[in-house]
């Protein structure tokens, strides 16, 4: 018979090599992918589609859950108190490295573990087809003729749209009345209802309404033209060189296992290189931008350096 002290180390081995097995194993079960704007804007796109490719390299499902509020910080919040086992993910765009200046939430780059950058994309102004605005001057001599007259609607205050519509009344002297959604969806639809009349939004939020005439872009604000709108003209070529990109990764709670962590990245990577987010990308003018943790963690740092640089000269713009 099996010594009592020998059958106790038979048994603890065999625990550890059931443990080994189980660390070993992740992903076993699905991962959560919080998205902090609405279904239906470009975060929701981006995630969704990321995910669906995503998943199949993990063996595993990627499943969106929308918290959209507060520019953001209500999801960035949710994740980075979930256990940092990879289970709970987020979607990382630009108002991860703004929340902070805005008081939001005291919560960055610095403090999540950041897993890659998938895409960046410029900001286009889009009024409704019946207004009597049919160009980007025409709509900026009628902003400056009854400052606050016209209502821009955004995806959230502190949101990047937002802060793209402030880049603009500082660039141009206008001055719009700002009215805030939870997301670029609600904000867009709020345009094609007529309860607003423009709205800031990404070029891949805003193309679909355009093809279909429910909206009419009246500029991209960036230095190149949307190869998707390449009639569009850009605020640069109109002589305003302004505007900043949003742009979309993923990240983690602080603390996530640096095996899982290249686990994800590895899948996110194999879902960008596919061609399905290459056509992805194209239909919907967005860049195809691929940056690595260390990469991405630097790229958001500098994003965050520029944001605590402006916020304070845009927020007096904005409540002089």
Not at 107 to 136: E, M
Not at 139 to 167: C, D, Q, R, Y
Not at 266 to 290: I, N, P, Q, S, V
């Amino acid at each position: 018979m099996t010594p009592p002290a020998l059958r106790w180390i038979l048994v603890s081995c065999l625990l550890a090599v059931g443990c080994s097995g189980n660390e070993e194993s992740y992903p076993s079960k699905e991962i959560k992918l919080i998205v902090q704007a609405s279904p239906g804007g470009a975060s929701d796109m981006v995630s969704r589609v990321m995910a669906s490719l995503a998943e199949g390299h993990l063996n595993v499902p990627i499943v969106c859950e929308y918290k959209p509020g507060a520019s953001g910080a209500l999801a960035f919040s949710f994740v980075a108190r979930r256990p940092s086992d990879g289970y709970t993910i987020g979607h990382a765009p630009v108002e991860i490295a703004i929340v902070r200046s805005l008081g939001y939430a005291d919560i960055g780059p610095s403090d999540v573990s950041l897993i890659c950058l998938v895409s960046k994309t410029a900001p286009a102004l889009v009024v409704h087809p019946d207004s009597p605005w049919q160009s980007f001057d025409d709509f900026i001599a009628a902003a400056k003729a009854e400052p606050g007259n016209i209502v821009m609607a955004n995806s959230g205050i502190g949101s990047i749209w937002h802060f793209n519509i402030l880049l603009l009344e500082q660039g141009t002297g206008a001055r719009f009345t700002h009215l805030p959604y939870g997301g670029s969806a609600p904000a867009l639809v709020s345009v094609i209802g007529r309860h607003s009349d423009a709205a800031v939004a990404a070029v891949g939020e805003v193309i679909s309404h355009v093809r279909a005439g429910s909206l009419r872009a009246l500029a991209v604000f960036d230095a190149g033209r949307a190869g998707v709108m390449p009639e569009v003209p850009t605020s640069h070529e109109l002589g305003y060189p302004i505007g900043a990109p949003a742009w979309s990764g993923f990240y983690g709670p602080a603390g996530m296992p640096a095996e899982r962590v290249a686990m994800l990245a590895d899948a996110f990577k194999t879902a960008f290189e596919t061609t399905e987010w290459a056509e992805f990308c194209r239909e919907l003018g967005m860049e195809a931008h691929y940056l690595g943790k260390e990469d991405f963690a630097a790229f958001a740092l500098e994003q965050q350096r520029f944001f605590e640089s402006r916020i304070p000269q845009l927020v007096r713009l904005e409540n002089p």
